[in-house]
T-cell receptor
């Protein structure tokens, strides 16, 4: 089975801190994604990556950056955390960019910014 | 632009009753459609998907969905709900074809509660 792991289930940070959220997949998938999930808004795509060192903005990239130095690892970075970035963050991966390919999700990181 | 609408934010059903969760999409061509489920404290799991062919698709956990092009709908159904089906359900459509990635657009979700 595909496994997508996220470094923390719960995280509490202070306003202005630099925050790293880590995601690792173990199935040699090409594509990786970062979403944030908020009540009443569903999942919104922040960034995605289709190859090592390749990335593309999603629908809500402001305030975030990403890094993919190795194929299995995709990091989300909050350069200066703000309270409006308090949310659930979900990482996902898929084997390729074909539209019929399933995305596999990690368990999520619930981030609170105080 | 592509979009997905799930008109029901919250639904409560009794255990053993039938279930239908609604999903409407907006897409110019034949869509690639998915239903995912998120159990409390967990990530999303794929229930089923539709790309072409038979418009009634079977998924895991006894779920099925029917694609109706004329109504732009892809409703999820289950004939008899179990208490373990309590979760949040998301409908999604692939928002972009070609290129390097399969970008999904999600609905806002339907939270299902199951009464004993």
């Amino acid at each position: 089975d595909v496994k997508v792991t996220q470094s923390s289930r719960y995280l509490v940070k202070r306003t202005g801190e630099k925050v790293f959220l880590e995601c690792v997949q173990d199935m040699d998938h090409e594509n990786m994604f970062w979403y944030r999930q908020d009540p009443g808004l569903g999942l919104r795509l922040i960034y995605f990556s289709y190859d090592v060192k390749m990335k593309e903005k999603g629908d809500i990239p402001e305030g975030y950056s990403v890094s993919r130095e190795k194929k299995e690892r995709f990091s989300l970075i909050l350069e200066s955390a703000s309270t409006n970035q308090t949310s659930m963050y979900l990482c996902a991966s898929s084997i390729s960019g074909r539209p019929d390919r399933e995305q596999f999700f990690g368990p999520g990181t619930r981030l609170t910014v105080l | 632009a592509q979009s997905v609408t799930q008109p029901d934010i919250h639904i409560t059903v009794s255990e053993g009753a039938s279930l239908e969760l609604r999903c409407n999409y907006s897409y110019g061509a034949t869509p690639y459609l998915f239903w995912y489920v998120q159990s409390p404290g967990q990530g999303l799991q794929l229930l089923l998907k539709y790309f072409s062919g038979d418009t009634l698709v079977q998924g895991i956990k006894g779920f099925e969905a029917e694609f109706k092009r004329s109504q732009s709908s892809f409703n999820l159904r289950k004939p008899s709900v179990h208490w373990s089906d309590a979760a949040e359900y998301f409908c999604a459509v692939v928002g972009r074809r070609g290129g390097a990635t399969n970008k999904l657009i999600f609905g806002t979700g339907t939270l299902l509660a199951v009464q004993p």
